[in-house]
């Protein structure tokens, strides 16, 4: 029997159109890496974002030097015109087909579909176990670059072999692909993983073990810089600053429902005086208590508590990313338990705040996301149909009223409550999940939350979950790759620069240091008795924003020669007058420089 499931889109650019070009040129990859290389074992391909991966098992040890070959059969088998042909099969045929070719990876993934619809789809000699979505003829591929090769686990399991993962991407033209490469090209030099221990902002530290960061004082200083300004404006907004513990009985979490329903996620328990306790996954169970701590009042709300919180989750080594994936983290958490007539205005609060987040740090364009439960799977999540419904109903209210654009994704909900997840656009046009605003509905009944209306009754509060940077080193991370290390004035850990020439300049160079830090600038002085052009360089490699080339002519006209890290220079200026530019640029919180 025929499978149907072969993709014509009169749109190569629709997400359905690119998942099959992308998914057709992986199983044309499997079938070249195991010509080229006998004894290779098949598992899975997917398509992911922008690419595609598949896994193998092989005795081969894959390299870069390997790609130039692979992608040579790949482009002869595309050549062939070989269209892609779906046919159903019963599970007893499929496992015969597979045994028969001794692929136990296939054997293995069968057992988990014995009471599914199985197909098989084939181009040309090669046949794969898969669910479809292909292009019609294998002439669509022609466009394509194999980039990367990683370890990774069968099925993500730790207990499981290590198989080889080849990245590639693929494309319906020649222009769509040359613009990634170079866009992936251009992310390499941006990796804030290099970046960020070159320029002494922080490290990831073998002894100590993977996942958890090491701020350094540069680093130090610009987190602290991020995380006073979200105060700043959270006390504006009306938002109390809390506290919150580190460790928590593990009663607590039961009574919240995380390990139930998030115990892969979190680290195991620790027996202090024989009871269990837990490092905390999350903060809104210890604010929940801080509420509870009190009978409130209709008058009392909304109630906003906010917290720099850390909280520890456990990740697979295979999946931690530098700042962006640790099992060390702080988020700048909030919740805000409110009325039911108060919900959506805190929202749009909340939604408000994310978008001066965003402006603020030089990010212009956003996508937006409604995350809602998956109605199939309702084992995964805790709560009524008709709550999720009408809490959804609530979100997109909030961004329709707006006018702005989003997203319905089912499924993709936290466990307790539907979302509006906010992803950022950086400046070479990736988008990276960040802020979060979350309904939630479950907690406030889990923990029996009360309040006195105006009727003299007790009634439920509802509660929002809000993190705007999502996590400090997530949102860090991204700022090192958004500017390639070059952070706008107000972020830069060192503003300025004074380089001096020779020795009999050390003692204005100083004052002037003095002078600087005076106004708030944050200033470093080179004295040593280098060239002054080694010291141009190092400063601009270390990304300082302006450099003060003070030399034997400028202490005697009593002025500055100014340059600024892109190379331009500015001469004959007074020292009163750098202060004032520096000082009004770093005020406004520009990120890109002012003075020309």
Same mark, same amino acid.
């Given at each position: 029997?025929?499978?149907?499931?072969?993709?014509?889109?009169?749109?190569?650019?629709?997400?359905?159109?690119?998942?099959? %070009?992308?998914?057709?040129?992986?199983?044309?990859?499997?079938?070249?890496?195991?010509?080229?290389? @006998?004894?290779?074992?098949?598992?899975?391909?997917?398509?992911?974002?922008?690419?595609?991966?598949?896994?193998?098992?092989?005795?081969?040890?894959?390299?870069?030097?390997?790609?130039? &070959?692979?992608?040579?059969?790949?482009?002869?088998?595309? +050549?062939?015109?070989?269209?892609?042909?779906?046919?159903?099969?019963?599970?007893?045929?499929?496992?015969?087909?597979? /045994?028969?070719?001794?692929?136990?990876?296939?054997?293995? %993934?069968?057992?988990?579909?014995?009471?599914?619809?199985?197909?098989?789809?084939?181009?040309?000699?090669?046949?794969?176990?898969?669910?479809?979505?292909?292009?019609?003829?294998?002439?669509? !591929?022609?466009?394509?670059?194999?980039?990367?090769?990683?370890?990774?686990?069968?099925?993500?399991?730790?207990?499981?072999?290590?198989?080889?993962?080849?990245?590639?991407?693929?494309?319906?033209?020649?222009?769509?692909?040359?613009?990634?490469?170079?866009?992936? +090209?251009?992310?390499?030099?941006?990796?804030?993983?290099?970046?960020?221990?070159?320029?002494?902002?922080?490290?990831?530290?073998?002894?100590?073990? @993977?996942?958890?960061?090491?701020?350094?004082?540069?680093?130090?200083?610009?987190? =602290? !810089? =991020?995380?006073?300004?979200?105060?700043?404006?959270?006390?504006?907004?009306?938002?109390?600053?809390?506290?919150?513990?580190?460790?928590?009985?593990?009663?607590?979490?039961?009574?919240?429902?995380?390990?139930?329903?998030?115990?892969?996620?979190?680290?195991?328990?620790?027996?202090?005086?024989?009871?269990?306790?837990?490092?905390?996954?999350?903060?809104?169970?210890?604010?929940?208590? $801080?509420?509870?701590?009190? %009978?409130?009042?209709?008058?009392?709300?909304?109630?906003?508590?906010?917290?720099?919180?850390?909280?520890?989750?456990?990740?697979?080594?295979?999946?931690?990313?530098?700042?962006?994936?640790?099992?060390?983290?702080?988020?700048?958490?909030?919740?805000?338990?409110?009325?039911?007539?108060?919900?959506?205005?805190?929202?749009?609060?909340?939604?408000?705040?994310?978008?001066?987040?965003?402006?603020?740090?030089?990010? +212009?364009? #956003?996508?937006?996301?409604?995350?809602?439960?998956?109605?199939?799977?309702?084992?995964? #999540?805790?709560?009524?149909?008709?709550?999720?419904?009408?809490?959804? &109903?609530?979100?997109?209210?909030?961004?329709?009223?707006?006018?702005?654009?989003?997203?319905? $994704?089912?499924?993709?909900?936290?466990?307790?409550? @539907?979302?509006?997840?906010?992803?950022?656009?950086?400046?070479?046009?990736?988008?990276?999940?960040?802020?979060?605003?979350?309904?939630?509905?479950?907690?406030?009944?889990?923990?029996?939350?009360?309040?006195?209306?105006?009727?003299?009754?007790?009634?439920?509060?509802?509660?929002?979950?809000?993190?705007?940077?999502?996590?400090?080193?997530?949102?860090?991370?991204?700022?090192?790759?958004?500017?390639?290390?070059?952070?706008?004035?107000? %972020?830069?850990?060192?503003?300025?620069? !004074?380089?001096?020439?020779?020795?009999?300049?050390?003692?204005?160079?100083?004052?002037?240091?003095?002078?600087?830090?005076?106004?708030?600038?944050?200033?470093?002085?080179?004295?040593?008795?280098?060239?002054?052009?080694? &010291?141009?360089?190092? /400063?601009?490699?270390?990304?300082?924003?302006?450099?003060?080339?003070?030399?034997? &002519?400028?202490?005697?006209?009593?002025?500055?020669?100014?340059?600024?890290?892109?190379?331009?220079?500015?001469?004959?200026?007074? @020292?009163?007058?750098?202060?004032?530019?520096?000082?009004?640029?770093?005020?406004?919180?520009?990120?890109?420089?002012?003075? +020309?």
């Amino acid at each position: 029997m025929p499978a149907a499931d072969v993709v014509h889109s009169a749109d190569p650019n629709s997400p359905e159109a690119l998942d099959a %070009l992308r998914h057709s040129t992986a199983h044309v990859m499997a079938q070249a890496v195991q010509e080229l290389f @006998p004894g290779t074992k098949i598992t899975i391909g997917p398509a992911i974002e922008n690419g595609f991966y598949y896994d193998f098992d092989s005795p081969h040890r894959f390299t870069e030097e390997d790609f130039p &070959k692979i992608e040579k059969r790949m482009l002869q088998i595309a +050549e062939g015109n070989h269209d892609f042909v779906g046919r159903e099969v019963s599970y007893e045929e499929s496992k015969k087909y597979w /045994a028969a070719r001794g692929e136990s990876y296939k054997l293995e %993934l069968l057992e988990g579909f014995k009471d599914q619809k199985l197909t098989h789809y084939s181009h040309g000699t090669f046949t794969d176990l898969c669910r479809g979505g292909h292009t019609p003829n294998t002439r669509a !591929i022609r466009h394509f670059k194999l980039l990367s090769v990683a370890g990774a686990y069968w099925r993500g399991d730790e207990k499981n072999p290590m198989l080889q993962r080849l990245y590639a991407t693929a494309w319906p033209t020649k222009p769509q692909l040359v613009e990634h490469l170079k866009q992936l +090209e251009e992310a390499k030099k941006r990796d804030h993983r290099k970046l960020g221990p070159a320029l002494g902002l922080f490290s990831i530290q073998e002894l100590a073990g @993977p996942g958890l960061i090491f701020w350094h004082p540069k680093g130090g200083r610009v987190r =602290m !810089i =991020m995380e006073d300004w979200l105060k700043g404006e959270a006390l504006k907004r009306g938002y109390q600053m809390v506290f919150t513990p580190h460790i928590a009985n593990l009663d607590l979490w039961n009574t919240s429902g995380h390990t139930g329903f998030y115990r892969q996620n979190m680290f195991g328990a620790i027996e202090v005086e024989k009871a269990d306790y837990q490092l905390k996954p999350m903060n809104c169970p210890g604010h929940i208590l $801080i509420y509870k701590s009190a %009978l409130r009042s209709y008058k009392d709300l909304p109630l906003r508590l906010a917290e720099l919180g850390t909280v520890y989750r456990y990740e697979r080594s295979g999946v931690l990313h530098g700042l962006l994936r640790v099992r060390g983290f702080t988020q700048d958490d909030a919740h805000i338990f409110c009325t039911p007539d108060q919900i959506e205005a805190e929202v749009e609060g909340c939604v408000d705040f994310a978008l001066t987040v965003f402006k603020t740090y030089g990010f +212009e364009k #956003y996508a937006m996301e409604v995350s809602t439960w998956d109605p199939e799977k309702t084992g995964d #999540y805790s709560g009524e149909a008709e709550e999720w419904e009408r809490a959804t &109903k609530a979100l997109e209210g909030v961004l329709s009223r707006r006018g702005i654009p989003y997203k319905l $994704i089912k499924g993709e909900a936290a466990f307790y409550g @539907p979302k509006i997840d906010m992803k950022l656009i950086d400046a070479i046009g990736r988008p990276w999940q960040l802020s979060t605003v979350q309904f939630d509905f479950n907690l406030p009944k889990k923990f029996d939350l009360e309040f006195v209306g105006s009727d003299g009754a007790r009634h439920r509060p509802l509660m929002v979950h809000r993190a705007l940077y999502g996590s400090i080193e997530r949102f860090f991370g991204i700022l090192v790759e958004h500017y390639a290390g070059a952070f706008p004035l107000w %972020l830069a850990p060192v503003q300025a620069k !004074i380089l001096t020439i020779t020795e009999a300049e050390v003692p204005p160079a100083e004052a002037l240091k003095k002078t600087l830090e005076a106004a708030g600038l944050r200033v470093e002085l080179d004295a040593r008795s280098e060239r002054i052009q080694h &010291k141009i360089r190092e /400063a601009t490699l270390e990304k300082v924003p302006y450099m003060v080339v003070l030399g034997p &002519k400028d202490v005697a006209a009593g002025t500055l020669a100014v340059r600024r890290r892109d190379g331009k220079q500015i001469f004959g200026v007074r @020292p009163e007058d750098f202060v004032e530019r520096l000082s009004e640029e770093a005020a406004r919180k520009a990120t890109a420089p002012s003075w +020309e």
